[in-house]
């Protein structure tokens, strides 16, 4: 790699020896080129895209678009930050040193702003709209999701998703980090594994598993759910069991599912945490005469205590938005409704956009302390780097 | 008492051993049953547990019409080709973006950099609900009209998955020694010449961890693929997902076409587990 950068050099040098200062002046070529450039790339990619969209028979086929987008995008993106490049290159240097960092952040945060900051303020505005945001209807929207049981019970049961889940997950995460590091090398490979493989299936590939687990046969004919045949292999009924609200049984076997699929990301992160603990620490535990279970409490657990924050806050920002699992299993019947769930019927199937945005905003309120608890961990983390 | 030494000297761990494997097998027995009834007629699969066929393999009835019953009846093969067309340009797309910004959050200085860093932060955790009803009315038809075409969801994963990029490949970037950098420029070479490079080839972990991240939250959406793809153009885990709200009839279907849409992620995770798990501990364990 350096290498090739000082072989390159000379090369560079030679050619800003014949007139050293012509960096430092405003080249009108380059400027010229590169706004021409951009806005030839802009207009070309919006249109390309576009046509993607209204006249998809001018492709042929569903690969030719595929392929096209992939060339175009990156392709599009490379040479809109070559010209913008090229026109920053060719203002006077101390202007284009100023304005270069702008120029490179510039398109990412246009398409954060597009689609989140500008969406959180105008998604506010809709709150206070009707059905179809065309009419302001004031605090009707709160008035109404305030007023219904529907919603207060979905509170609930976020509420009590994020008791359980992000608790759990990280707890199974330490345990299986732990034990794992106990196994030979081996070992410790292929029960990794296994507890990571869930992070690849989606949401819905994860409910119709836990459907076949959860299912029910009539008393008397053979279960082909694993929990009913285990159930009346105890010598129970078997019993439907996401129809039972008693003591929230139904959600809780929903959060299985979701502490199923995200045990192996918590393990993963708490597991390179585990093998960063300093031996020594651990050693000079057990020579003072420290058990196994002392060490894991007071020396292990105090070192990876940063790490089981992350986890914990990561995890806690999906089970806040968990939408999936509901939606498909139950959506949202025998008390089983969260937030998320909610404002997606409200949007999707009820059509009413004020009181989907208003569910939004009580979302979004609660995630305020989540923002700052992330910036100012981020800033502790940049002071100690 | 005496305890047995494993290879590298440490001794065997008889309660790990125990532990692990039940949680192991805890792990993977949901997933199995679901392998195991894919593969089962509809009459064996509904008049006994999928466990008897693995216990008397001989005995069973094996099929494999569940899969061509899901792929060409349930028509998951258009859903299929949609994920793939979905999800690859909305995993390209974002790096490209994200890789310029991340150069200069790393190794530039300019005045506001850090609220905007602050910011792409502070909206990586904002619920993405938020954008719904206002994209609809932006990309639908009172707005562009592009609702419903892939273009849509590509450009919304695009936005929402640039914060994260941004914010994981800037946490690998930071890790690079600045000397090569500031070096490119004594040698004369352009932002733009550092990036392409040097930058962007000694950022392949990152990238590739994040391709790997973004590439399974794509494939794995419900949620935005539903409201902003039209029938024609939705991808094989809507499918899966109206499969499953279809009770009664093509049962049988089901294991199999929930089989069809993990395989895929699952390829992708296997050979790329190893770039994604250093991404994900370089990023977020600092202590």
Redesign the interface.
């Known amino acids: 790699?350096?290498a090739?950068?000082?072989a390159?050099?000379p090369r560079?040098?030679l050619?800003?020896e014949d007139d050293p200062d012509a960096h430092l002046r405003t080249n009108p070529i380059k400027i010229g080129i590169g706004i021409v450039g951009m806005i030839a790339v802009i207009w070309g990619l919006a249109n390309l895209?576009?046509a993607?969209?209204?006249y998809?028979e001018w492709f042929g086929n569903?690969?030719v678009?595929?392929i096209l987008?992939?060339v175009a995008?990156?392709g599009g993106?490379?040479l809109l930050?070559?010209f913008l490049?090229m026109f920053v290159?060719g203002l006077p240097r101390r202007l284009s040193e100023?304005v270069?960092?702008?120029a490179?952040?510039l398109?990412?945060?246009l398409?954060?702003g597009?689609?989140?900051?500008?969406?959180?303020f105008?998604?506010i505005n809709?709150s206070f709209a009707n059905a179809d945001?065309t009419a302001y209807v004031g605090l009707q929207n709160y008035k109404t999701i305030f007023g219904s049981s529907e919603f207060w019970q979905s509170i609930v049961n976020n509420i009590l998703w994020l008791l359980i889940v992000p608790a759990l997950v990280v707890a199974?995460g330490v345990?299986?980090a732990v034990?794992?590091d106990?196994?030979?090398?081996t070992?410790e490979k292929?029960?990794k594994?296994?507890?990571?493989?869930?992070?690849?299936?989606?949401?819905?590939?994860a409910?119709?598993?836990?459907?076949?687990?959860y299912a029910y046969n009539n008393p008397g004919?053979?279960?082909?759910?694993?929990l009913n045949?285990i159930w009346t292999g105890l010598g129970g009924d078997p019993q439907t069991w996401l129809a039972i609200d008693t003591l929230k049984l139904n959600s809780i076997l929903l959060m299985v599912i979701l502490i199923?699929l995200q045990?192996?990301?918590a393990m993963?992160?708490l597991s390179?945490?585990i093998k960063?603990v300093p031996e020594d620490t651990v050693e000079a535990a057990r020579i003072d005469g420290a058990g196994e279970f002392q060490i894991f409490w007071q020396v292990i657990i105090p070192q990876i205590k940063?790490?089981i924050i992350?986890?914990f806050v990561?995890v806690f920002?999906t089970v806040?938005?968990v939408?999936?699992i509901v939606?498909?299993t139950t959506n949202g019947a025998y008390g089983t409704n969260v937030i998320?769930n909610l404002?997606?019927n409200k949007?999707?199937a009820a059509s009413e956009?004020g009181q989907?945005?208003a569910i939004?905003v009580v979302?979004?309120i609660a995630?305020i302390p989540?923002?700052w608890y992330?910036?100012k961990h981020?800033r502790d983390?940049e002071a100690?780097? | 008492m005496s305890r047995s030494l494993?290879?590298?000297g440490?001794p065997?761990?008889p309660?790990?051993?125990v532990?692990?494997?039940i949680?192991?097998l805890l792990?993977?027995?949901?997933?199995l049953?679901?392998l195991v009834?894919s593969f089962r007629t509809r009459d064996d699969?509904?008049?006994?547990?999928?466990?008897t066929a693995l216990f008397n393999p001989f005995g069973a009835d094996w099929t494999t019409s569940n899969y061509s019953g899901a792929w060409t009846g349930a028509d998951l093969s258009s859903g299929f080709?949609?994920s793939?067309?979905v999800a690859?340009?909305a995993t390209?797309?974002?790096i490209?973006?994200?890789a310029?910004?991340a150069?200069?959050?790393t190794f530039?200085?300019?005045p506001f950099?850090e609220f905007?860093f602050?910011?792409?932060?502070?909206?990586?955790?904002?619920?993405?609900?938020?954008?719904?009803?206002?994209?609809l009315?932006i990309l639908g038809p009172r707005g562009?009209?592009?609702s419903g075409?892939?273009?849509?969801v590509?450009?919304?994963h695009?936005?929402?998955g640039?914060?994260l990029c941004?914010y994981t490949l800037r946490n690998y970037m930071?890790t690079l020694p600045r000397s090569?950098v500031e070096?490119?420029k004594i040698?004369?070479?352009?932002?733009?010449q550092t990036f392409w490079?040097?930058v962007a080839?000694?950022s392949i972990p990152a990238i590739a961890a994040f391709a790997t991240l973004q590439f399974?939250w794509v494939?794995?959406?419900?949620?935005i693929a539903?409201?902003f793809l039209k029938s024609e153009n939705t991808t094989v885990?809507v499918k899966?997902?109206q499969l499953?709200?279809s009770q009664g009839q093509g049962q049988e279907l089901?294991?199999a076409?929930?089989f069809i849409?993990?395989i895929v992620?699952?390829i992708?995770?296997?050979t790329l587990?190893r770039y994604m798990?250093r991404g994900?501990?370089s990023g977020?364990?600092?202590?």
């Open positions: 790699m350096t090739d950068t000082s390159a050099a560079q040098r050619r800003t895209f576009l993607f969209g209204y998809p569903k690969f678009i595929g987008a992939i995008g990156v993106a490379a930050f070559y490049n290159e100023g270069i960092p702008y490179f952040i398109p990412g945060l398409l954060v597009l689609m989140l900051i500008y969406p959180t105008q998604t809709y945001s199974f345990i299986v034990l794992a106990k196994l030979s090398a070992g292929v029960a594994s296994m507890v990571f493989l869930p992070m690849a299936i989606s949401a819905v590939g409910s119709a598993i836990w459907l076949l687990v004919q053979p279960q082909t759910g694993l045949a199923w045990a192996g990301f993963v992160l390179s945490a960063g940063g790490t992350t986890v990561t920002i806040l938005k939408f999936d939606y498909v998320a404002f997606f949007l999707f956009a989907a945005t939004v979302l979004l995630v989540l923002i992330q910036v981020f983390e100690g780097r | 494993m290879k590298d440490r065997r761990s309660f790990s051993i532990t692990m494997t949680l192991a792990w993977t027995i949901p997933t049953g679901l009834t699969a509904a008049t006994s547990g999928w466990w080709v949609n793939i067309i690859i340009p390209v797309i974002p490209m973006f994200a310029f910004a150069y200069a959050f530039m200085d300019f950099k905007f602050l910011l792409i932060i502070a909206v990586m955790v904002v619920p993405i609900q938020v954008a719904f009803q206002p994209m009315n562009l009209g592009i075409q892939y273009i849509a590509w450009l919304l695009t936005g929402f640039m914060p941004i930071s090569v070096s490119a040698d004369g070479c352009s932002h733009f490079r040097l080839p000694m399974l494939w794995n959406d419900l949620l539903k409201l885990i899966l997902q499953l709200g089901l294991t076409g929930a849409t993990i992620p699952m992708v995770f296997v587990q798990i994900m501990t977020a364990v600092k202590g």
